[in-house]
């Protein structure tokens, strides 16, 4: 069983409700599977703590093999410990920002800590820590960071990523922005600031995104940046999931549609909503889960083909991916393909970005050339992603 169908198995689980028809189903697949393949996946995208939880909450526990549940039981706790972590140190942060009147806003997973989206705050597993505050207050911020007993460890791509600072082995990045600034265009950043919501945690208060927001900058963080349109994220999908069944109505879905047009990235949510759709066998809100079946029809043929690409040509399969699903005539495509391919991967890449990519410190000088080989790089990749797809069609068609 390939990797893909075992994550949306896991992912089906993660979604499942006591005695809800199919269970039994989704479990004897994982169960064909082995225990350590899918502890290595479910560790892999991050979502062991939620998973053990999960199969308790389901009455699957006594169906463990006795060294899956040893090892399950294990990850759980470390998770839980890690989170405990995370939330003393996130207190501390706030509580020095508040001290100097900073406005800062949680992103992400942290908000879990906040307002309970995954049932507890123990489940959402997280890497680090994602805060926003604005530029103005970066100086004092990062006076606040250091008072809180973090250390500053660099900031590479300041202006697109973040400045990056950690203590008791946890990151801590501290944004500018909510996303890349290639894709700030996206945003009204007016708006996201005024729109936040007063939140509190042990009596400590701070922003989070509204939840209309939340679900906006996951799409646009988790998609239209890291490209997840075939790989996707286990996490990822039960992220929307879960903050569209917790928020109910007071997501604005009418707002993010406008949005999403507005911006030209409609097709590329779609195609999300249909892999949260087929991945976690859920449906979601009107209006956005109105999917003709002539789409399922073209986001399965595609991403069957593109999930079989070796792992070397997956940056090119997403790209692939979004050019495809865009639709159109043939000058539709050929925009598309300039635009994702030249436009947006070579020409408005970020100079830090590339000059990291390539392992180049300084040489702004350099950047041109860099450009130049990051374009042939990018298309000899679709040149070869292209040759393989029509090799698999001629094998086949034998």
Not at 19 to 31: H, K
Not at 149 to 160: A, E, H, V
Not at 163 to 168: K, M
Not at 256 to 284: M, P, Y
Request: aromatic residues 10%.
């Amino acid at each position: 069983m390939n990797e893909p169908t075992i994550k949306r198995h896991i992912a089906r689980l993660l979604n499942a409700k006591r005695g809800e028809e199919g269970v039994r189903e989704i479990w004897n697949a994982l169960e064909s599977i082995g225990g350590n393949d899918v502890i290595n996946i479910a560790q892999e995208y991050r979502v062991t703590t939620f998973l053990f939880y999960k199969i308790k909450h389901l009455g699957l526990e006594g169906k463990l093999q006795p060294e899956t549940l040893r090892i399950l039981s294990l990850k759980y706790q470390k998770g839980v410990a890690r989170n405990v972590v995370i939330r003393h140190l996130l207190k501390d942060i706030i509580r020095s920002l508040n001290q100097r009147g900073i406005k800062a806003i949680i992103l992400k997973g942290a908000i879990n800590f906040f307002e309970n989206i995954y049932e507890n705050w123990n489940l959402r597993s997280m890497e680090d820590l994602d805060i926003l505050v604005k530029e103005e207050d970066f100086p004092a911020a990062r006076q606040c960071m250091q008072t809180a007993g973090l250390q500053y460890i660099g900031g590479q791509i300041p202006r697109d990523l973040s400045e990056d600072f950690e203590g008791r082995n946890i990151p801590v990045d501290m944004h500018y922005l909510p996303v890349p600034e290639k894709h700030i265009k996206l945003f009204d950043m007016e708006s996201f600031w005024s729109n936040t919501m007063c939140v509190e945690m042990d009596g400590i208060k701070t922003h989070i995104p509204c939840p209309t927001d939340q679900i906006y900058h996951k799409f646009i963080h988790d998609v239209i940046r890291h490209q997840g349109l075939i790989n996707f994220h286990i996490q990822d999908l039960c992220d929307f999931a879960m903050t569209s069944q917790y928020y109910r109505e007071r997501i604005d879905w009418e707002e993010i549609l406008h949005r999403v047009r507005k911006n030209d990235i409609e097709s590329l949510f779609k195609l999300h909503c249909w892999q949260i759709k087929r991945s976690l066998g859920t449906e979601l809100p009107q209006p956005i889960n109105d999917l003709s079946d002539n789409s399922n029809t073209y986001y399965e043929k595609w991403y069957d083909q593109l999930s079989e690409c070796p792992e070397w040509l997956e940056s090119a399969s997403e790209r692939l991916m979004a050019i495809l699903i865009k639709g159109g005539n043939i000058f539709s495509h050929l925009r598309n393909s300039f635009n994702i391919l030249v436009k947006e991967s070579s020409l408005n890449e970020s100079r830090e970005l590339l000059l990291s990519l390539y392992n180049i410190k300084g040489g702004k000088l350099l950047l041109p050339f860099i450009r130049i080989i990051h374009l042939f790089r990018i298309l000899f990749l679709h040149i070869m992603i292209i040759a393989y797809l029509t090799k698999q069609r001629l094998s086949t068609s034998k």
